[in-house]
């Protein structure tokens, strides 16, 4: 990779202005491989590179790709109005890179989300013709029945949509909870199936996008993690 200097490495992860972080580097707040460093020219090969910042480790990374287990009472839009927004339980250099989340959850809604500062796959992972299933857990106030199952599995009409949707995969869990998957990502869609089909959505929780389940990553509610090439790939399973 081409060699950049320490100050612009440093911006480009997300430290702040160029100015910023001559003078963390200057006040021998970063170290570069374990070692102080105290001058912001100096030509660094950034792959790979690990460095800390005030004693947090870093590794340089062109984008990032991150999970969150979103908890409830976070909104996901770029300027959050009634709750808190989901990028405040990201470090404060993953908004300064401009991460944002792919596509969005509900501000009730719960479970696997994924944000990226790379605008390419944002794109690609959002277009409608992606068909990769999301899997939701559903808990409704009504029992579940098969007749439930069914209609969601067959197409429910939703108002202003043109066709009837239906689910790829639903199965009940419970008495009162359904696992569903859907291949598509319309406004409020599960919630607006479940009350299509008669009944009403009390909890909602994304376990999955293709193969990638939240339970594998193993993270807290309001945690978060970065995924390598082995999970992103999993994006495209089933
Ligand atoms: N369907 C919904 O109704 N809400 C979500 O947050 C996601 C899918």
Redesign the pocket.
Known sequence: MARMTLDKLLQSQGFGTRRHCQQLIAGGHVLVAGQAVDDPGMAVDPSGLEFSVFGEPWTYREHVYLALNKPPGYECSRRPSHHPGVLSLLPEPMRWREVQPVG???HD?TGLLLLSDDGAFIHAQSSPRRKVPKH?VADTHDPVTPELVSALLAGVQLHDEPAALAASQCEQIGPHRIAISLEQGKY?????MLAAAGNH?EA?Q?VAIGGLRLQALGLPEGGWCYLGEQELALLNGT
Do not use: G, S
């Open positions: 969005r959850l509900d809604t939701y409020h869609q599960v919630k607006r959505c909602l994304r």
